[in-house]
């Protein structure tokens, strides 16, 4: 599992990763980690595409950052991260400036995932027809997001804003 910073002026060559594009063939966008997606205080955390420059001579740092980039593989949709101790699913938005999101990951929702693969791989060993197995992934998806929404109303609560999900 990849860790990843939140941008500062101490480790601004080195909290940069990159983010696969979800075109085939394209560059993978060059990003970094910043905290409060929509208004300050939110905690949610976002990655902003870096814009490319052109310079006249480019520090040792930045060269070295360069370097790193090229070697490490792309983040992909979906990957799973670390962040402060915390784990987060990497969603991206496209190739737009705000990359990427950053959504939590709850024990409650990684473990219907875990149930929801060993039972798939039960149903798919009892030779179940493929109309059987898409019911089943269609309600274990319901489940899981009526989860999401459960745990995103408790910490809305907490915070003092009610919003309709």
Known sequence: MRILTVKSEENRHTASFTIAHQRDGYLPMRATLYR??????DG?????????????????????????????????????????????????????????????IHEDIAEIDRLRGAERHSIQERGVSTHCLREFDRRTTELKFAKQRQICAVQLEGVGQQVAL
């Open 36 to 41: 409060d997606y929509e208004k300050q205080g």
């Open 44 to 104: 949610t955390f976002w990655a902003m595409q870096s814009a490319a420059c052109i310079a006249s001579s480019y520090s040792q740092a930045e060269k070295d950052e360069t370097r790193r980039l090229n070697r490490e593989p792309a983040l992909q949709d979906g990957e799973i991260v670390q962040i402060e101790g915390g784990q987060y699913r990497v969603r991206r938005l496209g190739d737009y400036s705000n990359c990427a999101i950053f959504d939590p």
